[in-house]
């Protein structure tokens, strides 16, 4: 009963107490068309429902900025029902692009209604719950609830920037074919260098140019092998990443890069696996193609920032890295950092950080900085981390600072540019 | 917009009958409260809609019921009576319907919800007001304790439906 049916049967009540205590039937006769109106109310009260929902998506994962169409099926397998409300909140992430959740039909016996409705959400994993079923009478006093399970669930990936190649040269590859030059002889196509014919070799391989100058040896070609490499991305999600530039939070920059990134890398062929490093490390093993690309845009959409003072420092187990491979960190950097990127880089690993400059978001974090003093200590702030950095591009750390007004697309030129620089500054020394 | 209208005149009707009824016997305190109650109805139609505009019409609805009991005792015109309850709770019910379909749509193949409802509707008014004037002519000469125990009876009557309701 619904707090409608309260206030008339109050009013009816007193009016009907009212006419026989004062024996006054005028008052009982006026009461009559309230009687009228609550039995009709009566008999149409809702029975027992037997409601059967069905929900159908368009596609049950989407990226950022795509639209999922969900359809509702409601099928009445018992009674008519006058007026039946349907029902359905989301979380706040998700946003109705086109259409109405909320829907009032009266429905006969094995009638089936159907509606849609179009979503957009943020990144996440969203599950949906169920509708609500409201049956009330035509007039409104008397009301039954039922919750229907049309479960469902929508995965919205994160944005992906499709990107150049990065040549990175981990020092310790894996057996298989790809693209990273090892120069090391074997069975690649890049010409490597010649040398004398052993027995055995190929003779398609023999270089017979070289050989026509010497009259009693032949050579042979040699092509330099091409590997894949083990690249393991650490990112950062820690309450440090929850600054805001445009309404977006850094954290959800890192997670773009992060899944733009490993993109890149899985389309070179190349192993990858990834940490978010957060109160919780997450991780997602070592793997190839789509189904690890997949796995991937799966813990990267479900991720989020959270905080554990034992993680205030990045230490990560050895086991969880892949050994002397190529590491990515995509981390706004605080100084704490800095001890234990110098010590994998002392291990061996070869490591590309991906800083988003969190000084940037300071600036743009629209307060004010009116006094000489806090525009001294924003310089500070700016010199130290200029240093910290160029400490660690010193250490052979590939260090890029992103401020993200800039497009990734240009940040992933850059990184490739400074990686190809680095190998060429290396073959030098060598 | 229908139903804001159909709100409209029917609190206006409700009003009018019951200012009428009070003027004729020129009861003009009792006017006065009337056209209070007219000014709830009144800002129930304008903040219709409204969170508080529930209340309003509710707060509407207890005052006719109460200036039409006053009515009765006065003996004031029955039809005019009669005329300011069924428009009263035309009214309340019209608030009431719309208050619930506020944040929905309605589905394709139930265009017809609203028409089926006032049709609904009117037909109980109209048969209710129907059956009170009918029992208004027709004059029983019975005593208080029959009176109370045929009271009692409807009431226990009532409650028993709605008990075999819930069940």
């Known amino acids: 009963m619904t707090r409608h049916f309260w206030l008339l049967f109050g009013l009816l009540a007193a009016m ?24 009709v109310g009566v008999y149409y009260a809702p029975g027992e429902q037997k409601l059967q929902a069905r929900r159908m998506m368009s596609t049950d994962r989407i990226t950022e900025g795509m639209d999922v169409t969900v359809t509702i099926q409601v099928e009445n397998l018992n009674a008519r029902v006058d007026q039946l409300f349907l029902s ?24 089936q209604i159907e ?17 609500t079923a409201q049956a009330i009478d035509p007039f409104g006093l008397f009301e039954r609830k039922k919750e229907l399970k049309t479960d469902g ?40 260098g010649v040398r004398q014919y052993q027995f055995g070799d190929s003779l398609r391989r023999i270089n017979w140019r070289a050989s ?71 991780q997602v093993f070592p793997g190839y193609g789509k189904v690890q690309y997949e796995r991937i845009l799966k813990t990267l959409a479900s991720a989020d920032t959270s905080y554990n003072f034992s993680r205030e420092q990045l230490r990560i187990p050895g086991r969880l890295l892949p050994p002397r491979g190529q590491l990515v960190y995509i981390s706004p950097l605080p100084p704490a950092d800095f001890e234990t990127i110098i010590r994998l880089r002392n291990l061996g690993y070869s490591v590309l950080v991906l800083s988003l400059d969190p000084l940037f978001f300071e600036e743009h974090s629209g307060i004010d900085l009116p006094l000489p003093e806090t525009q001294l200590a924003a310089r500070f702030a700016r010199i130290e981390r200029k240093l910290m950095l160029n400490n660690l591009r010193q250490a052979g750390v590939l260090v890029e600072n992103w401020t993200v007004d800039q497009p ?10 400074h990686v190809v620089l680095h190998q060429r500054m290396i073959r030098d020394v060598v | 917009m229908d139903r804001k209208l159909f709100f409209g005149v029917c609190a206006a009707i409700a009003v009018a009958a019951l200012l009428l009824a009070y003027g004729i016997e020129q009861i003009w305190f009792g006017g006065s409260i009337v056209i209070g109650v007219g000014l709830v109805g009144a800002f129930g139609w304008f903040t219709m809609r409204r969170e508080y505009s529930d209340w309003a019409t509710g707060l509407f609805l207890v005052g006719i019921v109460l200036m039409i009991t006053f009515g009765a005792f006065l003996d004031l015109n029955l039809f005019l009576l009669m005329a300011a309850m069924v428009s009263g709770l035309g009214a309340w019910d019209l608030m009431r319907f719309d208050k619930g379909l506020e944040r929905y749509a309605l589905s394709e193949n139930s265009l017809d919800l609203e ?40 009431i226990l009557a009532l409650s028993g439906t709605i008990r075999l309701i819930q069940k």
């Open chain 1, 16 to 39: 009907v107490s009212v006419g026989l205590l004062a024996l006054e039937g005028t008052i009982l006769v006026l009461a009559i068309p309230f009687l009228v109106y609550v039995l």
């Open chain 1, 88 to 111: 359905e909140s989301f979380e706040h992430d998700l946003k109705i692009l086109a259409g109405d959740s909320y829907v009032a039909a009266q429905m006969e016996q094995g009638e």
């Open chain 1, 115 to 131: 509606y849609a409705y179009t979503l957009e959400g943020r990144r996440g994993v969203y599950e949906f719950q169920g509708l």
């Open chain 1, 153 to 192: 669930e929508l995965i919205v990936f994160p944005q992906v920037t499709e990107m150049k190649s990065i040549p990175i040269h981990p020092p310790h590859t894996k057996g298989f074919y790809g693209p990273i030059s090892t120069r090391k002889s074997g069975s690649g196509i890049d010409f490597l």
């Open chain 1, 212 to 282: 026509e100058r010497h009259m009693n040896d032949l050579f042979t070609n040699e092509y330099e092998q091409e590997r894949i490499a083990d690249v393991g991305i650490i990112l950062d999600a820690r309450p440090h990443c929850d600054k805001l530039f445009q309404g977006r939070r850094m954290f959800e920059y890192a997670v773009h890069a992060a899944a733009s990134l490993s993109k890149m890398f899985l389309d070179d062929g190349h192993s990858i696996s990834m940490l978010i490093y957060s109160a919780v490390v997450t």
């Open chain 1, 408 to 417: 990734f697309l240009e940040v992933g030129e850059r990184i490739r540019t």
């Open chain 2, 115 to 154: 028409r089926r409802h006032l049709f609904l509707l009117g037909g109980t008014l109209l048969g209710g007001a129907v059956l009170a004037l009918v029992v208004a002519f027709v004059q029983i000469q019975i005593g208080f304790f029959t009176a109370l125990g045929l009271g009692i009876i409807l």
